[in-house]
């Protein structure tokens, strides 16, 4: 019983992380913004719970479920006070300990809190024009 609720979990997970990409899912002004980025190889590392991240995220609002981006840390709430939070191997290894962290492809990276004027600079990417709609 069990391991049939596992199974059924992890396909509900599994198909509910593609649905913010799917049909049902409306266009944001700074999806094609957030494609550019991710097309040019940018990666964002971050932590949801510390105050410049949430900042960094809150920048892209819906359109950050299309940026290639990683949590650094998982929370267990059960855990004991002081340990709740555990580094992920991917930010290990990568060798990430500042947030939040913008990852180039040439391996450079830019710490903190970054505008996305600046990104769009350091990319070439476009920012849609204010007043504009999606459908321009």
């Given at each position: 019983?069990?391991?049939?609720?596992?199974?059924?979990?992890?396909?509900?997970?599994?198909?509910?992380?593609?649905?913010?990409?799917?049909?049902?899912?409306?266009?944001?002004?700074?999806?094609?913004?957030?494609?550019?980025?991710?097309?040019y190889?940018?990666?964002?590392?971050?932590?949801?719970?510390?105050?410049?991240?949430?900042a960094?995220?809150?920048?892209?609002?819906?359109?950050?479920?299309?940026?290639?981006?990683?949590s650094?840390?998982?929370y267990?709430?059960?855990?004991?006070?002081?340990?709740?939070?555990?580094?992920?191997?991917?930010?290990?290894?990568?060798?990430?300990?500042?947030?939040p962290?913008?990852?180039?492809?040439?391996?450079?990276?830019?710490?903190?809190?970054?505008?996305?004027?600046e990104?769009?600079?350091?990319?070439?990417?476009?920012?849609?024009?204010?007043?504009?709609?999606?459908?321009?």
């Amino acid at each position: 019983m069990f391991r049939n609720l596992l199974v059924v979990s992890v396909l509900c997970i599994a198909f509910c992380g593609s649905c913010s990409e799917g049909p049902g899912r409306e266009p944001q002004p700074l999806d094609d913004f957030v494609e550019c980025l991710n097309d040019y190889g940018l990666m964002l590392w971050y932590h949801e719970y510390e105050y410049l991240s949430k900042a960094q995220v809150e920048l892209f609002g819906a359109s950050f479920d299309l940026l290639n981006a990683h949590s650094c840390y998982l929370y267990d709430e059960e855990a004991p006070v002081g340990k709740r939070f555990t580094k992920t191997y991917e930010c290990l290894h990568a060798g990430i300990w500042t947030f939040p962290t913008w990852n180039f492809p040439d391996g450079y990276n830019v710490v903190g809190l970054v505008s996305l004027e600046e990104l769009g600079l350091f990319t070439g990417c476009r920012l849609p024009q204010p007043g504009s709609s999606i459908e321009d």
